[in-house]
C-alpha cells in the first residue's frame, strides 16, 4: 500500500522485551481444584479456569505476527508479562461484552449482552446501569466526569450516540448515522469536552453488493462522502446489475460525475458537543475507526483497521482507495498521511490505548490489544515518536480483544477479551 506516494512496510511484529528466561511453577488454590500457571521466572499470572498450564516457553514471533507454529494454547488463561508485572483477572464470565470503560473513582464498567451497561462488583458481582431497546445494538463506551457514551445502531435510530448517568438517564446525542459493515463505535471523550465517535464505511470497498447483511433492512444504504467528490466511474456489474460508488445498489455512476458530500457522513470521525447535538466533521477517510484515544495536550490517535493514525483535523486519510484495487475518486482531497505503525494483518489490531504513568513508558507510548487467530492475542507497545511496535504480553489461548484502558491512575493496564474475561496488568506489587 502507498501513502503520501511512498511504500508503507509493515512493521508488526518488531523485536519482543519478552526475556527468554527459565520457567518455575506454583499453584494457586489448589484445595478448591484451582490451578496457577507455568510463567517466566519474576513474572506472575493467575486464572481462575481450573485447569493448569503446561511448561512451555513461549515461541518467537514470525512475519505473519503470530508466533511461528503457534496452535491453540492447552490451557487457556495463561498470560506472559514482562518481569516486574503481574496479569491477573479482575472479571470472569462476562457475557458478549462490546464495551469498557474505568471512571475516575475506580469502577469498571462494561456492555454485556450487547446492550446492557454493567458495573462490575466486587466478588464477581453486577449491577446495571441501563439497557438499551430491544432493537439495539450498542459497540462502544466511554466514561467522562460521571456520564457514559454508548455508540449504537438500531433500526429506529440508524447509528447513534446515547450519553447516560449513574442513575440510567439517558439522552441521544447523535443520530441518523450511516452504518453497515463497519459500525459507529469508539467513543472517546477530548480534552476539549467534546465527544468522539467513530463511524465505519457502510461498504467495504466504497460500492454497494448485493449480499450485504444489511441490505435487507436497508436496501438504499450507501457510503456518504464527507466533501463532494468527484468519481472515476468504476461501476461493478453483479447478474447484470451495475453500481457504482456513493450509490445505492443498483445504481451506475458515470465518469466526472460529482457526489455531494455532508455531514453526517460515513468512514470518518466526528464530534460533538454535550448540548447541542451537531455532528461535526473531525476527519474522513477511515474504514474501519474502531478504537481511538487521546494524549493531555489533545493529540487524537486512531485505529483504522491494521494502521495506527496521528489524526489532523479536517485531513482524508485514504479510504475508499487505499483500500481498493482501482481508484473511485478521480481527485484526491489530499495526499493520505502514512500511518503511524502497520500491523500484520487486517483487522488484527483491535483496541488502543495511551499510557500516562511512567510504569508503562508515558505518554510516548501508545498500547494495542492484536488478534491472533488460533493462538490467543499480544498486547504490543507503540512509540508514539517514532512508530516503533515493541512485544508487551502474550495470552496463548485468549479469545479475541475487545477493549483496552489504563485505569484513571495509569497504574493498571486492563483488557477485555471476547470469551468474558477482564484481565489487569499491573506492577507485581501494586501501587493503585
Not at 478448591?32 to 481462575?48: D, E, Q
Not at 464498567?109 to 441501563?130: F, H, N, P, S, T
Not at 438500531?154 to 459493515?181: C, Q
Not at 481511538?292 to 487524537?300: I, N, S, V
Request: hydrophobic fraction near 40%.
Amino acid at each position: 500500500m502507498w501513502w503520501n506516494g511512498k511504500p508503507s512496510v509493515s512493521v508488526f511484529p518488531c523485536r519482543s522485551v519478552l526475556p527468554a528466561v527459565r520457567t518455575t511453577l506454583f499453584l494457586l488454590l489448589a484445595s478448591a481444584g484451582l490451578a496457577g500457571c507455568t510463567v517466566p521466572a519474576g513474572w506472575r499470572s493467575t486464572a481462575y479456569y481450573g485447569q493448569t498450564a503446561e511448561s512451555a516457553p513461549l515461541p518467537p514471533s514470525s512475519a505473519s505476527g503470530a508466533p511461528a507454529g503457534a496452535q491453540l494454547a492447552a490451557a487457556p488463561g495463561r498470560a506472559t508479562v514482562p518481569a516486574g508485572f503481574r496479569a491477573v483477572p479482575e472479571a470472569v464470565g462476562i457475557h458478549r461484552p462490546a464495551g469498557l470503560a474505568v471512571d475516575g473513582m475506580g469502577g469498571i464498567y462494561v456492555i454485556e449482552d450487547g446492550d446492557k451497561l454493567v458495573r462490575l462488583g466486587a466478588a464477581g458481582g453486577r449491577d446495571l446501569i441501563d439497557q438499551g431497546a430491544a432493537d439495539s445494538q450498542w459497540t462502544g463506551l466511554a466514561a467522562s466526569g460521571g456520564l457514559f457514551y454508548v455508540t449504537g445502531t438500531s433500526r429506529t435510530l440508524g447509528g447513534y450516540l446515547l450519553r447516560l448517568d449513574l442513575n440510567g438517564r439517558g439522552a441521544i446525542l447523535m443520530e441518523g448515522l450511516p452504518s453497515g459493515d463497519h459500525p459507529v463505535d469508539a467513543p472517546a471523550v477530548g480534552p476539549d469536552g467534546m465527544v468522539y465517535i467513530g463511524v465505519g464505511s457502510v461498504t467495504e470497498t466504497g460500492i454497494a453488493g448485493p449480499d450485504a447483511p444489511w441490505r435487507k433492512a436497508s436496501p438504499s444504504a450507501h457510503d456518504v462522502p464527507c466533501q463532494d467528490v468527484r468519481l472515476t466511474g468504476r461501476n461493478l456489474t453483479h447478474d447484470s446489475t451495475v453500481t457504482g460508488a456513493f450509490v445505492p445498489y443498483g445504481t451506475s455512476t458515470r465518469a466526472g460525475q460529482m457526489i455531494e458530500g455532508r455531514v453526517p457522513c460515513s468512514a470518518a470521525v466526528l464530534r460533538t458537543g454535550e448540548d447541542d447535538g451537531r455532528a461535526q466533521l473531525v476527519a474522513w477517510g477511515f474504514g474501519d475507526p474502531r478504537s481511538m484515544a487521546f494524549t493531555p495536550e489533545g493529540r487524537l490517535y486512531l485505529l483504522d483497521g491494521d494502521k495506527l493514525f496521528a489524526v489532523a483535523a479536517g485531513i482524508w486519510y485514504g479510504w475508499p482507495d487505499v483500500a481498493g484495487a482501482r481508484p473511485l475518486l478521480a481527485r484526491h482531497p489530499n495526499p493520505p498521511p502514512r500511518p503511524l505503525a502497520v500491523f500484520a494483518k487486517p483487522g488484527s489490531a483491535r483496541a488502543l490505548d495511551l499510557a500516562r504513568a511512567p510504569l508503562f513508558g508515558g505518554a510516548t507510548q501508545a498500547y494495542v490489544a492484536v488478534d491472533l487467530p488460533k493462538y490467543g492475542f499480544r498486547i504490543v507497545r507503540v512509540d508514539l515518536r517514532d512508530g516503533t511496535i515493541t512485544d508487551f504480553a502474550e495470552f496463548p489461548g485468549g479469545t479475541p480483544p475487545v477493549a483496552l484502558r489504563f485505569s484513571h491512575s495509569g497504574n493498571a493496564l486492563y483488557v477485555l477479551e471476547e470469551g468474558g474475561t477482564l484481565w489487569r496488568i499491573e506492577r507485581d506489587i501494586p501501587i493503585g
